[in-house]
């Protein structure tokens, strides 16, 4: 009887921690949509305002500080940083704040250092990620100016790299999922307010964005500060690099960098199999990455945010079944908003980039080739969305090496299928062979997880995937028959073709959650169960902070 009451006592608990995982997941995600949606007014404006030789080096620039930001910051220093500093935290908070100023010390040191040695070598790193621009003097040029500007958004993103750490290991999600947005806010009104600045002062006009991400980068820590110090974790800088917790992560980190390095040599490789293509496929290859990111960074990065701190804590307490059933939940959300998405996109994709991106100097065959790019992405991003979810796990159990193995092997998947492909499919082909790399990474991780843990229980996860996928085609179907009527070669100059897309988007959407609910998929009243039981958790909240209340009174009241 005991046994009976305790398995459920257990049940009970992992039901509530999932169900604040989506309640948390859905708040991060609401941020970054707003987040996503300045990111893609960002792309218009920048691809309205620069002709495509600007933007080819802009985002190559871009991109190397981007690279290093994964690689040392959120990357591998949240993961590696979060299991630590929470042992810590339960130690007491000044052993944590001691641990973090030792943390913050050696950090500083090394991004100033990286930043000095990269702008130095600008030249030599820009033709690192893009051998192709040396066949065009003016184009590197730029590169390499671009390049030394925005180095020095290397140093502020991995300080608001380290205090996501802090912030999500305390269950606060909401200032570093708003952070994006002004780093977003500060590259449009750089743009908008500083280009024919620049032209004024005899720079390149896009030497204005650079600058955003910089001012950017610098609002990103900023808005951090207020919350860390009602946390009373707003410290200062200690270099101790002697300090078990620093040294620590730094063994976690160690191979979590060499994992991503493997990620990000993806991206290097696929640049340089890009600066051999007609001019633009560069520019074809990153808004095509920036739609895909959009429904990745919406709701498969946020919900693998929030489930980090509880994978991390299952895999502390050695609940090897709570950790499970956090991946499950993970994994069955994450499809569930995933392949509704992917359909949207495979449906959308003509109207989406020319409503988006055709404007100023993006024409609509640049629009066309984005479109194409765009359905190479989609076909594994499903997998990328799973890695996304199954990474987590291991760094949890504190193992950073499968990850690692798993990403070299698809690298050399990335490479063949990219060497076979770029030239007879150009970005069709090099957006494939990203999609390639993914399942095989993706299949990859679940094996050696099921190795180590034993059975998942995917099962369950695939019937959920079935269904999902099913409605998912009905959504796709019925946007694309809306979508018919609208005039997509006129992209953006034609209003009512803003219409059209919302309408066919709106449709899309009605579609998916109908059939989901006809087909009985357990994650639509699973979310909706999460928001019920949040509203009535705010209501039972409001009446005992009034009876509180009330019951102070009476004790102020002379007796």
Aim: aromatic share 8%.
């Amino acid at each position: 009887m005991a046994r009976g009451g305790k398995e459920r006592s257990d049940a009970a608990r992992r039901s509530e921690a999932t169900t604040m995982m989506a309640r948390s997941a859905s708040l991060v995600g609401l941020l970054t949509l707003l987040s996503r949606i300045l990111g893609l007014v960002r792309d218009a404006v920048v691809a309205a305002f620069y002709p495509r030789q600007a933007t080819d080096a802009f985002f190559i620039a871009f991109r190397i500080p981007n690279i290093l930001r994964r690689l040392a910051g959120e990357g591998s220093l949240t993961v590696a940083f979060i299991p630590v500093y929470t042992r810590y935290l339960d130690q007491g908070e000044e052993v944590a704040r001691r641990m973090l100023r030792s943390a913050l010390g050696l950090m500083l040191v090394l991004l100033c250092a990286v930043t000095l040695a990269g702008a130095g070598l600008a030249p030599w790193v820009v033709r690192a990620f893009a051998y192709g621009f040396v066949e065009d003097a003016d184009k590197l040029d730029l590169a390499v100016l671009l390049t030394r500007i925005m180095f020095v958004f290397l140093v502020t993103t991995g300080l608001t790299a380290l205090s996501m750490g802090v912030l999500n290991t305390l269950r606060h999600f909401a200032a570093p999922a708003l952070a994006p947005v002004l780093l977003n806010v500060g590259i449009i009104g750089a743009v908008l307010g500083g280009t024919s600045l620049m032209a004024g002062w005899g720079l390149p006009g896009i030497v204005a964005c650079s600058l955003g991400v910089v001012l950017g980068g610098a609002a990103q820590v900023m808005l951090q500060w207020p919350v860390l110090a009602r946390r009373r974790m707003l410290v200062g800088p200690r270099l101790d690099w002697r300090h078990p917790g620093v040294r620590q992560v730094g063994r976690l980190m160690l191979p979590a960098v060499f994992g991503l390095a493997i990620y990000e040599i993806n991206a290097i490789i696929g640049g340089q199999f890009a600066s051999f293509l007609s001019e633009g496929s560069i520019s074809y290859l990153y808004y095509a990455q920036r739609l895909i990111e959009f429904p990745m960074g919406v709701f498969v990065v946020a919900l693998a945010t929030v489930a980090m701190p509880n994978l991390s804590s299952h895999a502390s307490a050695g609940d090897i079944e709570g950790l499970k059933d956090t991946y499950r939940y993970a994994l069955r959300m994450v499809l569930f908003i995933i392949l509704p998405a992917t359909a949207g996109l495979v449906a959308l994709a003509t109207p989406l980039t020319s409503v988006l991106f055709q404007r100023g100097q993006f024409d609509h065959s640049m629009a066309s080739r984005t479109a194409v790019t765009l359905l190479g992405f989609l076909a594994g991003l499903w997998a990328g969305a799973g890695v996304r979810q199954t990474v987590p796990v291991f760094y949890a159990l504190q193992d950073t090496r499968t990850p690692v193995k798993a990403a070299a092997v698809s690298l050399v998947v990335y490479v063949a299928a990219a060497a076979l492909m770029y030239r007879r499919l150009e970005t069709l082909g090099l957006a494939l062979a990203v999609a390639c790399s993914s399942v095989v990474n993706f299949g990859w991780l679940v094996a050696v997880l099921r190795n180590r843990l034993g059975r998942l229980g995917l099962r369950a996860v695939s019937a959920s995937a079935i269904r999902a996928g099913l409605a998912a085609g009905a959504c796709a179907v019925v946007a694309r028959l809306v979508a018919t009527v609208g005039a997509w070669e006129l992209g953006g100059a034609a209003a009512r073709n803003y219409g059209v897309l919302l309408a066919a988007v709106g449709a899309g959407l009605a579609t998916y959650l109908v059939v989901a609910w006809v087909l009985r998929t357990p994650e639509l009243p699973e979310l909706v169960a999460a928001f019920r039981r949040r509203d009535r958790r705010g209501i039972q909240d409001e009446r005992t902070d009034g009876r509180e209340r009330q019951e102070q009174g009476q004790d102020d009241l002379p007796r």
